[in-house]
Nanobody, 121 residues
């Protein structure tokens, strides 16, 4: 059984930084794309950043130049480094991994449990 565990959220002042992590565990054959989404109160979930296996990362315009997505394939982990945070970055952040579990050998999307990020003075 595959599980995703997120960590690293919290409260930070405007201009500050946070680093989110999302680690996948269980019997995994391979992991394709990894991504971070966020959902602010009263808004739809939106894509923040995505990184394919061995490819180039892509970012939402609202976070370009401030956020960096990275992955450690050996650890089945994706990270989101968030710098110069703004109040409008406040949201619950979710990781999403497109992976192939050994049990099914079918490409399946898995989601993390969500991490609250609050940017406020």
């Amino acid at each position: 059984q595959v599980q995703l565990v997120e960590s690293g959220g919290g409260l930070v002042q405007p201009g500050g930084s946070l680093r989110l992590s999302c680690a996948a565990s269980g019997s995994i054959f391979s992991i394709n794309a990894m991504a971070w989404y966020r959902q602010a109160p009263g808004k739809e979930r939106e894509l923040v950043a995505t990184i394919p296996r061995g490819g180039i990362a892509n970012y939402a315009d609202s976070v370009k130049g401030r956020f960096t997505i990275s992955r450690d394939n050996a650890k089945n982990t994706v990270y989101l480094q968030m710098n110069s945070l703004k109040p409008e970055d406040t949201a619950v952040y979710y990781c999403k991994l497109d992976l192939i579990p050994t049990a099914t050998l079918r490409l399946t999307a898995y989601w993390g449990q969500g991490s609250q990020v609050t940017v406020s003075s």
